[in-house]
Nanobody
């Protein structure tokens, strides 16, 4: 059974760069045809798909975040990471890593989730 675990700082100041890592166990991130995604949920808002990385290493992004987000992976340690540059208080949210095999990037269509980590951006 696949398990995902997010890790990273919980508090940042505006203009800093958010860096999160998702450690995956029970499945390889190179397994066809999965997509490994980052999703967030701001207080009182719906889930937002931010971007992901495919089983073959292609990174894809939400148009709203593609200028600030970078997603990478390390196949030797079976994890993938998110960097979000120039954060503002509007980036305060619970951040999740998740997996899907449909390729639709629908945050409500993921088949496995991490527990989520709260990130707060405040001066």
């Amino acid at each position: 059974q696949v398990q995902l675990q997010e890790s990273g700082p919980g508090l940042l100041k505006p203009s800093q760069t958010l860096s999160l890592t998702c450690t995956v166990s029970g499945a390889s991130i190179t397994m066809q045809y999965y997509v490994w995604s980052w999703i967030r949920q701001a207080p009182g808002k719906a889930l937002e798909w931010m971007g992901g990385i495919t089983y073959d290493g292609r990174d894809v992004y939400s148009p709203a975040l593609k200028n600030r987000a970078s997603i990478s992976r390390d196949t030797t340690t079976n994890h993938f990471s998110l960097q979000l540059r120039s954060v503002t208080p509007e980036d305060t949210a619970v951040y999740y890593c998740a997996r899907e095999d449909s390729g639709t990037y629908d945050p409500y269509g993921m088949d496995s989730w991490g527990k989520g980590t709260l990130v707060t951006v405040s001066s």
